[in-house]
């Protein structure tokens, strides 16, 4: 059984800011420390045939030096000597390696952008990975009242990122596979690292990758959907009001919007999910949305299905009139 030794005397120290639990699209990194300037992690990620793959991680001094060292799903260790080390930025390489050859961490305010990498001839190729910490998107929310627009995340604006995202949005909009729809996320989340999403078109074609995606994804795409929608781009006001009900619904609180409907249990008649009651319809008019009971009698006459018709157009006359699913 293979032992590290550290050394006693001042040795190269894995950087701090790595330290924490990370999250991306499949995947998930968790670190410890760091303790005697060594981090201990764990990685996890979702094969395409829903299957899992593991790693066990570690960051420290090995023969006076910084090293990543992986053990993949009880393979053979690897060790990646660190080439670069700022409060920023961490680079670990190993060109002997088949793939991959080079690690690299960044440091951006709160997202970790991980680039995983080889050599192809003269090229390196690979992929990367936004992680933000965990449960900090999708988390919680403490009100069914929808949050203010916030800005994109933008530094700078770069057409080949806003080219891409648009011709993946473009693609998604065919309805691809779910392997196609994980390589569109990839896309967004590479633009929301980069801080590439600049403008209302980028926010819409980001949000439309996102929201096929885990809670995480969702709630970001709901945020980049209000901003396309509050910056005059009127196809992102709708999905901005119903992911923002998804996002309700997937933690058990009631939609705002009224936007998800379900099926009564045993039954083949259309209910829609509780409604928050202080989502009012001025309220919902004000945002652009329509009272809720002509909002539920036009989709479900969209969708062929017939629903009773309450003569008063409130929470309680849709609840007692069968509108309004048991919880």
Not at 76 to 88: G, I, K, S
Not at 159 to 178: G, N
Request: hydrophobic share 45%; net charge negative; aromatic share 6%.
């Amino acid at each position: 059984m293979l032992v590290l030794v550290l050394a006693a005397v001042a040795a190269p120290e894995a950087p701090a800011w790595m330290a924490g639990c990370w999250e991306a699209d499949g995947f998930s990194e968790t670190w410890l420390g760091p303790v005697g300037g060594v981090l201990s992690g764990a990685a996890l990620s979702r094969n395409r045939d829903g299957s899992a793959s593991w790693e066990h991680l570690w960051v420290g001094p090995i023969d006076g030096q910084l090293a990543y060292v992986a053990t993949p799903s009880g393979q053979e260790r690897t060790v990646f000597p660190a080439t670069e080390v700022t409060d920023a930025r961490a680079v670990f390489e190993n060109p002997e390696h088949d793939f991959p050859q080079r690690i690299t961490y960044e440091n951006r305010d709160d997202v970790r952008a991980v680039r995983v990498e080889a050599r192809d001839g003269d090229e390196w190729r690979g992929f990367d990975l936004a992680f933000r910490a965990c449960g900090t998107l999708g988390e919680p929310v403490t009100s069914g009242r929808p949050p203010e627009p916030a800005e994109p995340p933008c530094d700078a604006p770069d057409p080949e990122i806003a080219s891409a995202l648009a011709t993946a949005a473009a693609s998604d909009r065919a309805e691809p596979s779910d392997a196609a729809r994980r390589l569109h996320r990839a896309i967004a989340h590479v633009a929301v690292a980069e801080r590439r999403v600049c403008s209302a078109d980028d926010a819409l074609n980001a949000a439309q990758l996102l929201q096929h995606g885990p809670p995480a994804d969702l709630r970001l795409a709901h945020d980049l959907f209000a901003h396309a929608c509050a910056s005059g781009v009127a196809e992102a006001c709708p999905l901005q009001r119903e992911t923002w009900d998804r996002v309700l619904v997937g933690q058990g609180r009631p939609q705002w919007y009224g936007t998800q409907w379900s099926v009564k249990p045993g039954t083949t008649e259309a209910c829609a999910i509780a409604v928050d009651p202080e989502a009012t319809d001025a309220l919902r008019v004000a945002a652009g949305h329509a009272p809720l009971e002509a909002f539920v009698v036009a989709t479900w006459a969209k969708h062929g299905v017939a629903s009773p018709k309450p003569k008063q157009r409130t929470l309680a006359a849709l609840a007692k009139a069968g509108w309004v699913c048991e919880p």
